[in-house]
């Protein structure tokens, strides 16, 4: 890492000690700045990097709800707001107990690149909760929900912060929050949060978005080596909002996805997962993945383990952070492994992606092949304020040329500085400098 660059970085890991997955999602980023800080030394001299890596404004607040069996319980609630250069802070809220302030900080700090690669005017913020949705009733979920919000209202708004689902916040969540904002603020303010009903201010292929963004992005990666998704052998993790429309996508283009994950198990389906049925199992049922193995043939379900053990030509990881480590990757890469696409936010550990360069392996990561999601949430944003609502085909059409476009610019940056290829060079300069300059133009706050 350049030197300058070292030195700024290691003052944000030690005001920030504890927070590994941001130190790690910074250090990354840092890794490809140097050849930009040359270019530009009014990014030095503007503190740049310095405000870039302090939020705007971090909130940490107490969710209080009552069980089912009518006991009290306690959550920890968090929105960080970490950048509004490019527009209102824009990111999703994650439901998951592994949630803390430094696994959302890294998530935001991600956002804020992510979002300016989707060329569309918005910021980038983060949050969720520690709060475990598995097993929980549909009454216990609208409890937490309410709850949540009867913080969240008074900080988010249309041109203030717009919130949005991540990991265990779908439509249904979406929903019960959108209620509660309403209800607490006396208007129907469409362009508060994303990922709607379509009845009621959605947007249409929002839910499909990131996983065929995902795959839109990976196409494009291999077409620049003459290939293509037709005939390739892919494995997805995960098996939730991203993974599905993945898999859903990669098999129209002809791919065969041979398997994907939950976090107690994979199944193996050789003849290519049938979307339909786990559509049925995983978004109606809100069952296991294990439940699919009894309703279909020649189906394996394996208990434990990793996804990442199969061979594969393309692998879309679509569950979690650091997922996919460095053993992972050196097996993958000598099973003839062509092309990584993450669907997921750093799904791949930085000794997985250090594998994946140096084998030349085509590596698009989360903040680039994943934003077809946020963009579309955009897009969202954008019927909404005119009232209006698009039809799924022109909704995708605009999703296909972000996509395309993102993938284009990342390239044509990485050829700029020297890396052709190199899509986490594009990804990580191609963000910043949008949001650096904006930064520059808009003084020292
Ligand atoms: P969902 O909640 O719909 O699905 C998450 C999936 O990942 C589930 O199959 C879940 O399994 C699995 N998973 C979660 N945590 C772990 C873990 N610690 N170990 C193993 N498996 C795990 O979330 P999404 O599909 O929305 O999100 C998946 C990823 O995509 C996340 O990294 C998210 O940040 C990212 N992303 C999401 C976007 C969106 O629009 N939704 C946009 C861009 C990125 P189980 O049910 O067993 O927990
Ligand atoms: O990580 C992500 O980009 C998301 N979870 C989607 C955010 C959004 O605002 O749609």
Same mark, same amino acid.
């Given at each position: 890492?350049?030197? $300058?660059?070292?030195?700024?970085?290691? *003052?944000? #890991?030690? @005001?920030?000690? &504890? /927070?590994?997955?941001?130190?790690? %999602?910074?250090?990354?980023?840092?890794?490809?700045?140097?050849?930009?800080?040359?270019?530009?030394?009014?990014?030095?001299?503007?503190?740049?990097?310095?405000?870039?890596?302090?939020?705007?404004?971090?909130?940490?607040?107490?969710?209080?709800?009552?069980?089912?069996?009518?006991?009290?319980?306690?959550?920890?609630?968090?929105?960080?707001?970490?950048?509004?250069?490019?527009?209102?802070?824009?990111?999703?809220?994650?439901?998951?107990?592994?949630?803390?302030?430094?696994?959302?900080?890294?998530?935001?700090?991600?956002?804020?690149?992510?979002?300016?690669?989707?060329?569309?005017?918005?910021?980038?913020?983060?949050?969720?909760?520690?709060?475990?949705?598995?097993?929980?009733?549909?009454?216990?979920?609208? $409890?937490?929900?309410?709850?949540?919000? *009867?913080? #969240?209202? @008074?900080?988010? &708004? /249309?041109?203030?912060?717009?919130? %949005?689902?991540?990991?265990?916040?779908?439509?249904?969540?979406?929903?019960?929050?959108?209620?509660?904002?309403?209800?607490?603020?006396?208007?129907?303010?469409?362009?508060?949060?994303?990922?709607?009903?379509?009845?009621?201010?959605?947007?249409?292929?929002?839910?499909?978005?990131?996983?065929?963004?995902?795959?839109?992005?990976?196409?494009?990666?291999?077409?620049?080596?003459?290939?293509?998704?037709?005939?390739?052998?892919?494995?997805?993790?995960?098996?939730?909002?991203?993974?599905?429309?993945?898999?859903?996508?990669?098999?129209?283009?002809?791919?065969?996805?041979v398997a994907c994950s939950d976090s107690s198990g994979y199944i193996v389906d050789e003849a290519g997962i049938d979307v339909a049925l786990l559509r049925q199992i995983k978004e109606v049922e809100r069952g296991r993945l294990k439940d699919y193995e009894a309703r279909r043939s020649a189906v394996t379900y394996v208990d434990g383990g990793s996804v990442w053990d199969l061979d594969a030509t393309v692998a879309l990881p679509c569950a979690t952070q650091n997922e996919l480590d460095g053993a992972a990757a050196a097996r993958l890469v000598r099973h003839g492994l062509l092309a990584v696409g993450e669907g997921a936010n750093m799904p791949s550990t930085r000794d997985a992606v250090a594998v994946f360069q140096e084998a030349g392996i085509l590596f698009g990561p989360g903040k680039a092949a994943n934003a077809g999601g946020v963009a579309t949430s955009a897009l969202e944003m954008q019927q909404n304020a005119s009232r209006d609502s698009w039809s799924f085909a022109h909704t995708e059409e605009r999703l296909t040329e972000i996509m395309v476009g993102i993938h284009d610019r990342c390239a044509a940056t990485a050829d700029e500085y020297g890396d052709p290829g190199n899509y986490v060079l594009g990804a990580n300069i191609g963000g910043f400098v949008k949001v650096a300059d904006a930064m520059l133009a808009q003084g020292l706050i």
């Open positions: 890492m350049d030197a $300058r660059l070292e030195a700024i970085r290691d *003052t944000v #890991l030690a @005001r920030n000690p &504890g /927070e590994g997955e941001f130190h790690q %999602a910074v250090t990354e980023v840092f890794e490809s700045l140097g050849p930009v800080h040359d270019r530009h030394p009014e990014f030095l001299e503007g503190a740049i990097l310095e405000r870039l890596c302090e939020p705007e404004r971090q909130i940490i607040f107490r969710v209080p709800w009552v069980d089912d069996a009518g006991r009290f319980q306690i959550n920890r609630g968090f929105r960080v707001e970490f950048n509004s250069a490019l527009g209102p802070f824009k990111g999703g809220l994650r439901f998951h107990p592994s949630v803390n302030l430094g696994i959302v900080k890294f998530l935001g700090f991600e956002q804020i690149f992510k979002n300016a690669l989707t060329g569309m005017p918005i910021g980038g913020g983060k949050g969720g909760s520690d709060f475990d949705p598995r097993g929980r009733s549909d009454a216990e979920i609208m $409890r937490f929900c309410q709850s949540f919000m *009867t913080e #969240l209202y @008074r900080h988010i &708004g /249309e041109y203030t912060d717009v919130p %949005a689902g991540d990991i265990g916040v779908g439509g249904r969540e979406i929903g019960y929050l959108f209620g509660q904002y309403k209800r607490i603020t006396n208007r129907y303010e469409s362009g508060v949060l994303t990922g709607k009903g379509i009845s009621w201010g959605g947007s249409l292929v929002r839910p499909e978005a990131t996983g065929y963004g995902t795959v839109i992005f990976a196409e494009e990666m291999l077409k620049t080596r003459g290939l293509s998704f037709d005939g390739q052998r892919v494995v997805v993790s995960g098996s939730g909002n991203v993974a599905i429309n993945a898999i859903a996508k990669a098999q129209t283009l002809g791919a065969t996805v």
